[in-house]
């Protein structure tokens, strides 16, 4: 028999969680009133999120709390007093974004499960095995992960592997879209994204289409391949969504999972009216099957938008009891006994002395009619066993308190063996960076980061740059000798340079790395690694080559900042979506700070060339028009195979000295993405004059924003 596959549904509220779980769903994954990535859901209370876990756990199911959001660091004190009567309760897992979150809640709440969200941006087996070693008992990878790329990571862990299933699907790569955040100052990374990709963009000024926006994930008539490729938990996302559509899905996939493992492949087959009635209880864009067996593709977007969205109103059974056995023992002079159990769990209490009946009896079929009445109770009775004398006679009101207690009792029993005891609080860990050395001179270091040649050769004879991080795109065999001869000229003028690994480490990075990392790390001075994989094939290779990790590795604090110093990093970078206040509070000593640059606000497997022109294969660029005649620049980097989408305007903090220099960065960071050579000259003079100079500068007339270091996000 193959593995049985967890059916995960979601809940908003309490009428969802009881009509998934009348609906057959194995967990339910909701959150609460904090630290959740849906922040305009309803959510539960700390009362209704303990009466849900009692809820779940009577009906033999799992709870599974989201705590998925970057957690700031006067917000970090406030996770021990909000787990802890949900980890008394018994809650069963938590699902988490930040690092800093995941070593804290091992460490206080060891007796929980912890699960690696898909906000962790998870690709590869190298960042799962990482992850299991760190205690994670089970990981969400990104939404964008073909059959073959689970297969490996359920093929070298343990891991448990949840999978979406069924629902909406992010264009972007999750945990790493800034989009909402930037335009309108509501972080996904936050839980309140404004979904702006959903609406229409022109591309290269052509006609508007919802060319971002993709179609709902549909599985369920490839259940077979999902369980054979070794996918342990099926997710349906909809924590917005109402109660009849949950039990709607949530059905489905219970049966037709039933069926495979029954049946076997060979008979799989979805009924048309099952699939019809599937697709029907909501109806935004249509349907695809996502990522498992495609890279992207225009068949996966929702080009037009449609008239009218329609949901399923019908309102699902919610009645859920479990089956119970009892026996009820009346003898005449003797208190009546009444004994319930449900598996192995048994409780037995005493009632009412029972009396001889002096006019007429009570019939055993009546007393067994009054205490089979459960109501609203979590029990129905299987079987009940009366063991009467003849001739007795209880109260109705005795017989109705004999039950009640039985089952109250019943109840806490059931659930007592999940509650846990309160752990000994253990101290925030203080900042132990070393930060005696820092003075003015720790922010007059500029950095620069480059994408294209001309950028490359402008930076390299700038003096004054401390160092130079270079795309690894530029470095191929037809301008190998270009490049190591600008690298040249850089460190005659001092300058180190490093090289920025792919944005996202799947198959093509892999294969790229397996035969060129050595050549590159032997080229280079250093590397700027931006996710967790990079970061850890880096350190297989080599314990103490630099290493500086880009702002999509977020260090929101102290404790992220403290677990990720195993990795002996020479700097990390400050987060984009932190004010200078929060940036403050948390401690960027050890820190570079971007101060100028079109900063990425997506990185998507989807392709918008490919999904408009056609692919070429070729590198280059397409700008989108939002409604607002803003343009984004979208560059395809088919080396690795995904899309960078960067913002409308230049983050500009040249006017920000002052606080700047109070936050003491270990440099200050340039981002070039589009600039020409000319522009990128009058960029850097005015920073050199500004923050290394200590000269006035006026700033140049140009459209910028401040990104959040003024405003930060909620």
């Not at 787990?83 to 809640?105: C, H, N, R, S, T």
């Not at 592997?161 to 972080?187: K, M, N, P, T």
């Not at 860990?429 to 480059?450: F, G, I, Q, R, Y």
Request: with cysteine.
């Amino acid at each position: 028999m193959e593995r049985m596959p967890e059916i995960l549904a979601p809940a908003g509220d309490f009428a969802t969680l009881k009509a998934a779980v009348s609906a057959g769903a194995d967990a339910i994954y909701l959150g609460g009133e904090q630290f959740g990535a849906r922040a305009f859901a309803k959510n539960f209370t700390e009362e209704e999120l303990c009466s849900a876990i009692d809820y779940a756990h009577l009906h033999g199911r799992k709870i599974y709390l989201t705590v998925n959001t970057l957690v700031k660091e006067r917000e970090f004190d406030q996770l021990y007093g909000y787990l802890l009567p949900y980890y008394k309760q018994g809650l069963d897992a938590v699902i988490v974004q930040d690092m800093g979150v995941m070593e804290y809640i091992r460490r206080q709440f060891p007796e929980m499960d912890i699960h690696a969200s898909t906000q962790m941006t998870v690709t590869n087996a190298i960042s799962a095995e990482w992850l299991e070693k760190q205690g994670v008992v089970r990981v969400v990878p990104a939404r964008e992960l073909s059959l073959p790329e689970i297969k490996e990571i359920r093929d070298r862990t343990n891991l448990e592997i949840e999978c979406f299933v069924h629902g909406a699907l992010c264009y972007c790569y999750s945990g790493q879209c800034l989009l909402s955040s930037l335009i309108g100052g509501r972080s996904g990374n936050r839980g309140q994204c404004a979904q702006p990709c959903r609406l229409p963009y022109r591309v290269n000024g052509k006609k508007p289409s919802d060319i971002m926006s993709l179609k709902d994930l549909c599985t369920i008539e490839y259940i077979p391949d999902l369980i054979e490729h070794g996918i342990d938990s099926f997710k349906i996302e909809g924590r917005m969504k109402q109660p009849a559509y949950v039990a709607t899905v949530t059905d489905a996939y219970r049966r037709y999972r039933d069926y495979y493992l029954e049946k076997g492949r060979e008979n799989y087959r979805v009924k048309k009216d099952d699939l019809n009635r599937l697709m029907q209880a909501y109806q935004r864009r249509g349907y695809c099957n996502g990522y498992y067996y495609v890279h992207n593709g225009k068949n996966m977007i929702s080009l037009e938008r449609p008239k009218a969205e329609m949901q399923s109103e019908d309102t699902p059974n919610m009645v859920c009891q479990e089956k119970i056995t009892g026996v009820l023992r009346a003898v005449c002079g003797k208190p009546a006994e009444f004994s319930v159990s449900s598996g192995e769990t048994e409780v037995c209490v005493e009632g009412a002395d029972v009396q001889r009946a002096e006019k007429v009896p009570m019939s055993r079929d009546r007393l067994e009619k009054q205490m089979k009445k459960t109501g609203n109770t979590p029990f129905v009775f299987e079987q009940l066993d009366i063991q009467m004398d003849e001739d007795i006679f209880l109260p109705v009101q005795a017989l109705n308190e004999l039950r009640r207690q039985a089952l109250g009792m019943l109840e806490a029993k059931l659930l007592e063996s999940g509650k846990r005891e309160e752990p000994e609080r253990l101290a925030i860990c203080p900042d132990t960076e070393n930060t005696a050395d820092t003075n003015k001179e720790k922010a007059s270091e500029l950095t620069v980061s480059v994408e294209t040649i001309e950028q490359f050769e402008t930076a390299a004879g700038f003096t004054g740059i401390a160092r130079i991080y270079v795309e690894d795109t530029l470095w191929d065999g037809q301008n190998a000798d270009r490049m190591k001869q600008i690298i040249r000229i850089a460190r005659e003028n001092g300058t180190d340079v490093y090289f920025a690994m792919a944005r996202i480490y799947r198959e093509e990075s892999k294969l790229y790395y397996n035969k060129h990392l050595e050549e590159l790390m032997e080229t280079f001075d250093g590397v700027l690694v931006r996710n967790l994989e990079s970061l850890l094939l880096i350190r297989k290779k080599s314990a103490d080559y630099p290493v500086v990790t880009d702002s999509s590795i977020y260090l929101w604090n102290h404790r992220a900042k403290n677990f990720l110093r195993q990795f002996n990093l020479k700097a990390g970078t400050a987060p984009v979506e932190l004010n200078s206040w929060e940036l403050e509070e948390l401690g960027i000593q050890e820190m570079e700070l971007v101060v100028y640059g079109y900063l990425p606000v997506m990185v998507s497997a989807g392709c918008v060339r490919k999904n408009t022109s056609g692919c070429t294969g070729k590198p280059g660029e397409l700008i989108l028009t939002d409604r607002q005649k803003k343009n984004m620049t979208v560059k395809n980097v088919c080396r690795y195979c995904y899309n960078v989408m960067y913002n409308t305007s230049p983050l500009l903090l040249a006017d920000q000295q002052m606080k700047i220099m109070r936050l003491h960065p270990r440099a200050l960071r340039l981002a070039f993405t589009t600039e020409n050579g000319e522009d990128m000259q009058k960029i850097l003079c005015m920073f050199r004059n500004i923050y290394v100079e200590n000269t006035e500068c006026p700033i140049p007339k140009m459209d910028y924003t401040r990104g959040h270091f003024k405003r930060g996000v909620k």
